[in-house]
């Protein structure tokens, strides 16, 4: 057999572009796979987005509906309000109620979510129907809100003292017990509390409040 270099080096050269020219198709098929995987992983993420329940809550116009909860924990004359760097007003512990929830499940998840603590629901004591004009974003609002009392013993709360920072996810919230007298003085809602959370319903009371 004769060994001919000219045509080894041909052969080479061949198999070297004929590898390259494979290698390519097969990053495009690849590069082609991976879009498709990504584009699936949007739509199941759109998907989930879409499935997960969302709160009551929604706006018109100017005017935004709101369905609340809101705990009452109480201690020594004293009750648990926060603020965070949306708010510049001290507020009750607690969120909107989401589609298919119960607003007794809505208060324990709130709770839990924004204080790390999973409280026990005494009785409801109000259902506010809250109209007025949000001092953050100036939208009007017709709010309905559930108020319940909880009881805190036995979660560690009171450890934390008068004073405590809480952060969750992006937002860092300032937590403080409020002397019942200071609440007249204090930038503070809702304001039917100011007076009436020295004398709590005997039953469940629904009340309306113009601001």
Not at 119 to 130: A, D, E, K, S, V
Not at 131 to 145: A, P, Q, S
Request: with cysteine; aromatic share 12%; glycine share 6%.
């Amino acid at each position: 057999m004769i060994y001919d270099q000219k045509s080894c080096d041909k052969s080479s050269i061949a198999m070297q572009e004929g590898e390259t020219s494979a290698y390519k198709r097969v990053t495009k098929d690849e590069l082609i796979s991976m879009e498709k995987e990504e584009l699936a992983t949007e739509r199941m993420e759109k998907i989930a987005h879409e499935l997960k329940p969302s709160d009551i809550s929604y706006v018109i116009g100017d005017s935004k509906f709101n369905y609340r909860v809101c705990g009452i924990m109480i201690h020594e004359g004293k009750i648990l309000a926060m603020r965070d760097e949306r708010s510049p007003y001290y507020y009750l512990p607690g969120g909107r109620v989401k589609i298919g929830e119960t607003a007794e499940r809505a208060i324990v998840r709130e709770i839990y979510e924004e204080l790390g603590i999973t409280p026990r629901i005494t009785r409801p004591l109000w259902l506010n129907q809250g109209f007025f004009t949000e001092d953050v974003d100036n939208l009007k609002y017709h709010e309905l809100c559930v108020y319940f009392q909880l009881d805190i013993s036995n979660t560690g709360l009171l450890g934390k003292g008068d004073k405590f920072i809480i952060r969750e996810r992006h937002h860092t919230h300032e937590f403080e017990w409020l002397a019942f007298e200071r609440l007249k003085n204090e930038y503070f809602y809702p304001i039917f509390l100011k007076t009436e959370i020295a004398s709590l319903p005997d039953s469940f009371t629904i009340r309306t409040e113009f601001e």
